[in-house]
């Protein structure tokens, strides 16, 4: 028997139409846990680096956490992978709400789509009935419309749908997939899912999941639950209100908007507002909050909420949650009832809430700076707001330079040239990353930012304060309760991490304290990208509930697998370093690891170079980010090292 996971997979060939339920190898899940590390040995073992992301080879793999659907509180991740059309890497990207547990009730832990349908299709699974459905009545509709239609049609309202808008329809590089109360958005892996034909999977379930040992597996639920509430009543001082509580970045929730408008960037991230938060202004985005938000909601088995219903009088009610209600507004430098208005629309469209403002601020760069003209751009209005909406509507439907855009800035200026590369200047691995440029280096945010694969900061970052507190005493206190730290050294350097001046050198003291820190707020990401975990629950927040001190009894009492702290880690390692692998082996170096050169206003190349040499060393990868042979077999990837030889990546003789 099986537990947590159900031990099969739905396999769905959508060029031949066929459809299999296959069984899983049991052996899988201990080495790569399952979500995103199992995820990664497919993809590794089935998309060969030859294969392009439109191909009809390319794989979407839709997969429910190990843990999801089960009792642990906020468990209910969807992990998305493909091969990016945007990065031309692998891509992953997660989503909450109720589709993870509703596919393991169904009976399955992934979809791994392949192939194209000649017609646009849904996916229609009901337990262990499973249909390709026509999709053509779809065609052209919203993500979330397109949902209330297909509930309404097979008459299950309880029925979770993730599906593409318009933009997944026309291979946009930035579409996203949405689904009611979360999208699964960064990489483009909407646009595969669009070129596969795919409007839609719909999935209703009313299985059971079984639990290894039910009664120790609920007392370490209770205990979470219990946490949670402590942690509830006792916000974290001396940090900013959003993360000063538990659960994504509760932005619906919290007026919180100075930390944004003065330390994030405005338009195409070339413009901080210092000064522009005032009391006026406050006053304003909260009564436009309050008026819009209709309700706060939360996703699937969990008591945080971090989403709201946002009805924006005329339009229909969406949802949203965390950054996404500024970067529409800091793109047209206007305010949040502009910000609202416009994502709803980008919501039923289907689009990433990060690139698409950044692409559309770009366009209108490159306009006022005579790179496009008015023959470009024929009809754009002279409305700053108008504009967003101009342009928003061509990209879409990739209509003039719509089609050009809808590539993504570095593609896009790649085509447009006379220059326009100098404007898309906040691209890491040709992908845009959040509008954030402060004054000094960071040197952690510097490493994440460089070799995080998942390319998008807010889902890298967490558990280690992201500035020091100025007074030891309130230090201190913090380290008192810090149990979540997988080492005691942790304590120690947030003890010594003191506030620094313009003209010194960078926050931290020493490299390695910088490399253990990234070392471990990725480890951290990862592990809960394979069990289908909430990061607002346990990499992203400070003291969350869920860490490396009781995810190993969880593993072990949920499924059956013996986990200890040594060995997760070393799983965890296994599957980031495996698709490390799969980037490596499509061609990413060294040289791609970089943040945008105007990231930071003050820079130190020589220091950057030395912590990149350290990480890369730290994780067992050689001066050009290849992982060794000796890294490789300690975790268990000869094969991954033999396939490089043969390709040439490794020489047969190189041990470093």
Known sequence: MRYAETGFNLEVDLTRGNIERVATDPADTELYLGGLGTNAKILWDRVPPEVEPFSPDNLLIFSAG???????TGCNRTIVSTISPQTLLMAFSMMGGFWAPELKYAGYDKVIIRGKSPDLVYLWINNDKVEIRDASHLKGKGAIETAEIIKKELNEPKAQVAAIGLA???RVYFASIEQGRSSASRGGIGAVMGDKGLKAIVVRGTKDINIARPEEYLELCNEVLEYIKFREENPIPGVIPILARLGSPQEMAIHDEKWHTENFMWGNSRLRRKGFWNEEVEKEWTETMERVRTRLISCYNCPLKCGATISVPGLPTYMMKCFSKLTYTMAAMSDLDFGFRIAQRATEYGVDGYSTPQVMAFALELYENGILTDSDMPGLPSDNEERFFWLL???VRREGIGDVLANGTYWAAKEIGKGADEYAHNNIKKHEQLPLKLSMLNPVYFLMYSTGEKINITQIEGQFPQAPFPERKDRE???????QVPDEKFKQYFLDWELRGENSLPYYPTVDMACDIVDWQEM?????DALGMCAGLSSFHLKPPYHIHNFP???SSGAGIDMDEEKLMKAARRYRTLVRAINIRRGMRRKDEKPPENHWKKRFPE???KLIDAYYKL????NDGIPTRESLHELSLDYVSEDFIKRGILKDDEEN
């Open 66 to 72: 190990l843990l999801c659907g089960t009792p642990a």
């Open 168 to 170: 997944g329809e026309n």
């Open 393 to 395: 509507d061509r990209i």
């Open 477 to 483: 206190e913090f380290v008192k309760g810090w149990f």
């Open 524 to 528: 951290m990401h990862y592990i809960d």
């Open 553 to 555: 009894k969880f593993i």
């Open 607 to 609: 220091l950057e170079a």
């Open 619 to 622: 994780k067992g990868w050689n």
